[in-house]
């Protein structure tokens, strides 16, 4: 177990919908992060928070968006889905915002993800 | 992000034997990553790697990140059927946290 939690496990909706996945980082974690995980593309690093200020954006759709709140929970909205958006969606937390050469060697633990699938 | 280059994409082998995967990338990383994705979890860390050179091993598991900064190979030795999973290599570069991924070697083993 990670410590990592994110909610729900599964999730079954139709195209033209919208879905919000929730995560909640370890224990003491500032940073969260979304991955897309598809058979073609693999893991694709989303987006990035760190104690509720978005810290880096990768491969997000402007269709999906997050946010971080107060408490450092995580979620993650996924709108106007489409039938290529059914995924594997991760969410991973470590303790600092970015890898710091000789100051942090921590890195990232990640949750059980939510599988969606657009019908 | 950039794409690493995994290989071999999956083995299969029988109980016992040595396993070993590679990892390049055409860009040099600061630390290189190796997890374990079974089926319905998310990846599970076994080893990161910090330094050029560097040789870590956890349990059966040994893994090492290139004098080059550009390549990481991890071996199993031994293997055991609950060695059974897709592995990732991940690296991270300079800018920021956001992890690197390659496609994942799958690894079957049979008792």
């Known amino acids: 177990d990670s410590g990592v939690t994110q909610t729900p496990k599964h999730l079954i909706t139709a195209t033209g919908q919208r879905v919000t996945l929730r995560c909640s980082p370890r224990?003491?974690?500032?940073?969260v992060y979304w991955y897309q995980q598809s058979l073609d593309q693999g893991l694709q690093f989303l987006i990035q928070?760190?104690?509720?200020?978005?810290?880096a954006k990768g491969n997000i759709l402007e269709r999906f968006s997050a946010q971080q709140f107060p408490d450092l929970h995580s979620e993650l909205n996924l709108s106007s889905l489409e039938l290529g958006d059914s995924a594997l969606y991760f969410c991973a937390s470590s303790p600092q915002p970015e890898w710091e050469p000789g100051l942090n060697t921590d890195t990232q633990y990640f949750g059980p993800g939510t599988r969606l699938t657009v019908l | 992000g950039q794409q690493l280059n995994q290989s071999p994409q999956s083995m299969f082998i029988q109980e016992g034997e040595d396993v070993s995967m590679n990892c390049t990338s055409s860009?040099?990383?600061?630390?290189w990553l190796w997890y374990k994705q079974e089926p319905g979890e998310g990846p599970v860390l076994l080893i990161a790697?910090?330094?050029?050179?560097e040789l870590t091993s956890n349990g059966r598991l040994t893994a090492q990140f290139g004098i080059t900064r550009k390549d990481s190979f991890l071996n199993i030795s031994a293997s055991i059927p609950s060695d059974v999973g897709i592995y990732f290599c991940?690296?991270?570069?300079?800018?920021?946290?956001?992890?690197?991924f390659g496609k994942g070697t799958s690894l079957l083993v049979t008792p």
């Open positions: 928070y760190y104690n509720g200020e978005e810290r």
């Open positions: 991940a690296g991270l570069g300079n800018s920021g946290y956001a992890l690197n």
């Open positions: 224990s003491g974690d500032l940073s």
């Open positions: 790697l910090y330094k050029a050179g």
């Open positions: 860009s040099i990383f600061n630390t």
